[in-house]
């Protein structure tokens, strides 16, 4: 337990100086080598830039706006795959169907369908929505129906013998008992969230009252503001290690790797 | 053995190296490639008919096409080097001077109606949008957000009173929402766009170019970087004159253009003839509206600075 | 006077359109607190007979009687230990798993006194002081004695075990049997127990239901009455165990019907999804 504790500590200094010597050669190169500013600019003044764009709402802002979008579409997803998931369990040729829409809209990245979701529910925050649960729902489902498979069939007798009705059955076996899986399944589709919902704002803006931070980096990339587009970079990076290394890692360490387990790893 | 066939390994590669890099800066000035970027549709009509009538290599020169879909990446492929020449609009091409990118108008490329489209009877003016009303735009910085703005100035005494309007989206599928009545109320756009859009029962111009700028202006200009102007003068040349060559042959030749086009473009010769000479279109390459744009944009808060005198801002062929 | 009686059960599969008798025929009864084993070979369906008391497979024609009333679905009266050593809930600690079986199946209420409960069955298999581990943290004989208090404390009467020690190795295993006799002796519940092992049977129990061939039908029965305990040197073991295996020995080599075996293993496996 110590011994993993100190592991971890130095494996997060020496990420921390990995990080520092990246950025310090950053710096140094623009400023030795006089790279041009428009394609380039100093680390200095994407920080400069950062709390300046931090300090008049503008980020916060749009990082809120982003977030509650993909709160959003999240949401949806999770709880349509948890009916969808529900409903095969129950009904076998909709779990047929599931398979093979899941085998068809897996592997297609969410945005690879946003000009259809333009054309079908026009151009406003209801088409990020969308991308970001089509995005997020097939991981889910995936990962959900694998843990249900994934659960041993004794502990599901011993439920049964312990006379759980059906309910009780599903929400204090079956969910625990797929819960690696479940979040696996989350981590994923967070990230792609994530991805969808910067990504659609990239590719077709967000309208300007209420965009979120790929709409930022959109706008200030067309105004040759390179400087704040690394800081909007850099907030999705920050954002994206928060929830990844805090938020998940926390959620796996209380639940998953205390009950030993870990799907991977 | 082993030994001596690795360092003859590694001398070729650094020969290998140092014979490209110093390759790119002495061939740079003799080379005849000319990397164009620039975009897709109706205002392009010179560069494509001087690709199909070979006008370039008539010039000495060989054209290497590069076709982005918005004045922000022509824009990117100019600064990062993979285009000798690009066309934008005025705006973009005054934030990248105003920005410090080291280059120039070589001539005015085009000049176009450009309107702002509705679909709905009850917008009369700039003052009937509602804050829930979408007005398309192809980006932030564009010529169609800055003549919004314009206008929105000019009717509603304030530049950025749409801002909060606005949304990006290419022509194609502004136009597709447009038509369809999903999610955006009006789209600033060009020919053939413009064209179609105005075809549309019941849709019909809320403001234009020549009311929200005053005058006519250059759509888009060929912008040239310092790097290419003064170290391939030549080759500048070449370029300039095989674009006014191609000009002059659409201007005279017209129907013939037209007919050349239509596939490309998808249209019937007959409409593409007649989107050609549509009202306001002229094929110059006349820079007009250099410095108007200028003042607006500093006025705006768009761009920092003003050009003191528009010879800062073009190279000494252009005619104004 | 019985508490458990078996009336002329049988079962069979369909697998692939075919019918596969899995045993037929078994008419048994067990007299409370008495420790029954069934031994048989491998695929003969002594475990199969054994979930269809539990109630997790109906039977295709008989009865189960408990307290002359019928069994026919999984209930609490009737826990079971499994051979697996995932039965245990990976993402309870030991304690939980038992007051958590003790909320829901021994209808209390009250934390402490769930609490209190647990600690004794904990007590009684050897495991006081593991009740805030993981089960992924004890090994497969500890979780096995976890099963078992959990499975007591809800208070059955009487304790289906499924080969409980057969992925133990032979130390742990002997360790087992004594302590599970002693558990047995204190607790004085009825125990029907399956095992492949005929030292086992001899061990534990009571009485012996040799079970075997293809179907699996009940061969004989025979009654144990060495003194407790029970140690493999001691007087008559040897003997029993000779007749025992005799019994069992007599359908081993036919070889004719192996085919059919595999079919039935198959079966099994499929209803147990393994």
């Known amino acids: 337990m110590n011994n993993t504790q100190s592991n971890t500590i130095f494996k997060t200094i020496r990420q921390f100086i990995f990080i520092t010597?990246?950025?310090?050669?950053w710096e140094l190169s623009v400023r030795l080598c006089d790279l041009p500013s428009l394609l380039f600019p100093s680390f200095a003044s994407v920080i400069q830039s950062f709390i300046a764009q931090t300090l008049n709402g503008e980020l916060i802002h749009r990082m809120i706006f982003s977030l509650y979008l993909i709160g959003i579409g999240l949401s949806i997803a999770i709880i349509s795959a948890m009916i969808i998931t529900a409903l095969s369990v129950c009904?076998?040729?909709?779990?047929?169907?599931?398979?093979?829409?899941?085998?068809?809209?897996?592997?297609l990245p969410g945005i690879a369908i946003l000009p259809i979701i333009i054309l079908w529910l026009g151009t406003g925050p209801q088409s990020i929505i969308a991308v970001i649960t089509i995005s997020a729902i097939w991981p889910v489902i995936a990962n959900l129906s694998i843990g249900l498979r994934s659960i041993p069939p004794t502990q599901i007798e011993v439920g049964r013998n312990l006379g759980l009705n059906r309910f009780k059955l599903t929400w204090f076996v079956l969910l625990p008992g797929a819960f690696p899986h479940i979040l696996s399944g989350l981590r994923i589709a967070w990230a792609r969230a994530w991805q969808a919902a910067v990504a659609a704002e990239m590719v077709f803006g967000a309208s300007g009252g209420e965009g979120g931070l790929g709409w930022f980096i959109y706008k200030k990339r067309f105004f040759l503001e390179t400087a704040d587009v690394f800081a909007g970079m850099i907030v999705i990076v920050l954002i994206g290690l928060l929830i990844e290394r805090v938020g998940f890692e926390w959620i796996e360490n209380i639940t998953v790797r205390r009950w030993g387990m870990t799907t991977h790893g | 053995m082993f030994r001596s066939k690795r360092l003859i390994t590694t001398f070729l590669c650094i020969t290998l190296v140092l014979v490209s890099i110093f390759n790119g800066n002495l061939l740079y000035a003799s080379r005849p490639e000319l990397k164009i970027a620039g975009q897709f549709g109706l205002v392009y009509a010179p560069l494509m008919i001087a690709e199909k009538l070979q006008i370039f290599q008539k010039h000495g020169l060989t054209p290497i096409w590069k076709e982005y879909g918005s004045g922000a990446a022509v824009r990117e492929s100019l600064i990062s080097g993979d285009a000798d020449v690009g066309?934008?609009?005025?705006?973009?091409?005054?934030?990248?001077?105003?920005?410090?990118?080291?280059?120039?108008?070589?001539?005015?490329?085009?000049?176009?109606p450009v309107g702002l489209v509705t679909n709905d009877p009850r917008i009369k003016s700039l003052k009937d949008f509602k804050p829930a009303d979408k007005i398309a735009v192809p980006s932030p910085g564009s010529v169609q957000h800055i003549l919004l703005s314009m206008a929105a100035k000019k009717e509603l005494g304030n530049p950025t009173a749409l801002d909060q309007n606005l949304i990006a989206l290419p022509h194609p599928d502004a136009a597709a929402s447009l038509i369809s009545k999903r999610g955006i109320v009006?789209?600033?756009?060009?020919?053939?766009?413009?064209?179609?859009?105005l075809e549309q029962s019941g849709f019909h111009l809320v403001t234009d170019d020549v009311r929200a700028f005053g005058t006519r202006f250059s759509f888009n200009v060929g912008v040239v970087t310092s790097k290419f102007h003064n170290r391939r003068s030549v080759h500048y040349r070449a370029f300039v004159n095989a674009i006014e060559e191609s000009m002059a042959w659409i201007n005279q030749n017209t129907k013939k253009a037209a007919e050349l086009l239509a596939p490309e473009f998808k249209l019937s010769p007959e409409k593409t003839y007649k989107y050609m000479t549509w009202p306001g279109m002229e094929y110059t390459t006349r820079a007009l509206g250099l410095m108007g744009f200028a003042k607006f944009m500093k006025e705006a808060g768009y761009i920092k600075k003003v050009p003191a005198d528009v010879k800062e801002i073009i190279w000494e062929n252009v005619k104004l | 006077m019985e508490e458990l009686i078996l009336n002329r059960l049988s079962k069979h599969f369909l697998v692939n359109r075919k019918t596969i008798q899995v045993f037929e025929d078994v008419s048994l009864s067990i007299k409370p607190g008495r420790f029954m084993t069934i031994v048989g070979p491998s695929g003969c369906g002594k475990s199969t007979?054994?979930?269809?008391?539990?109630?997790?497979?109906?039977?295709?024609?008989?009865?189960?009687?408990?307290?002359?009333?019928?069994a026919n679905k999984p209930g609490k009266d009737r826990m079971v230990v499994f051979q697996s050593f995932d039965q245990l809930f990976p993402w309870m600690t030991v304690l939980k798993n038992i007051t958590y079986a003790l909320r829901v199946a021994g209808g209390i209420r009250e934390l402490d006194l769930c609490r209190d409960q647990a600690i004794e069955y904990l007590d009684l298999v050897g495991l006081r002081g593991f009740e805030d581990f993981y089960p992924h943290q004890l090994s497969g004989g500890m979780k096995q004695r976890v099963a078992i208090a959990r499975a007591l404390a809800v208070k059955p009467q009487i304790l289906l075990m499924d080969e409980p020690f057969g992925s133990l190795d032979a130390l742990t295993r002997n360790g087992m049997q004594r302590e599970l006799e002693q558990i047995w002796e204190r607790t004085g519940i009825t125990i029907l127990f399956v095992t492949h092992s005929i030292e086992e049977a001899i061990l534990l129990s009571d009485e012996i239901v040799v079970f075997q061939g293809q179907p699996g039908r009940i061969k004989t029965v025979i009654s144990n009455s060495l003194p407790r305990p029970r140690t493999p040197d001691m007087d008559g073991f040897s003997?029993?165990?000779?007749?025992?295996?005799?019994?069992?020995?007599?359908?081993?080599?036919?070889?004719?019907?192996?085919?059919?075996?595999?079919?039935?293993l198959m079966a099994e496996a499929e209803i147990l999804g393994t």
């Not at chain 2, 990248?96 to 001539?107: A, I, N, P, R």
């Not at chain 3, 000779?242 to 192996?258: F, I, P, Y």
Request: charged residues 20%; hydrophobic residues 45%; glycine residues 6%.
């Open chain 1, 21 to 25: 010597i990246l950025l310090a050669t």
């Open chain 1, 91 to 107: 009904i076998r040729w909709i779990s047929e169907w599931v398979q093979v829409l899941l085998a068809i809209m897996h592997p």
């Open chain 2, 87 to 112: 066309f934008m609009g005025i705006p973009p091409f005054l934030i990248g001077w105003d920005k410090g990118c080291d280059w120039k108008v070589s001539m005015g490329f085009v000049v176009v």
């Open chain 2, 186 to 197: 009006a789209h600033f756009t060009t020919p053939p766009y413009l064209f179609e859009e």
């Open chain 3, 49 to 70: 007979l054994l979930r269809c008391i539990a109630g997790f497979e109906a039977p295709t024609s008989g009865s189960i009687l408990m307290n002359r009333k019928p």
């Open chain 3, 239 to 264: 003997k029993l165990w000779q007749e025992l295996n005799l019994h069992m020995g007599l359908t081993r080599n036919t070889e004719d019907k192996t085919p059919l075996r595999r079919i039935t």
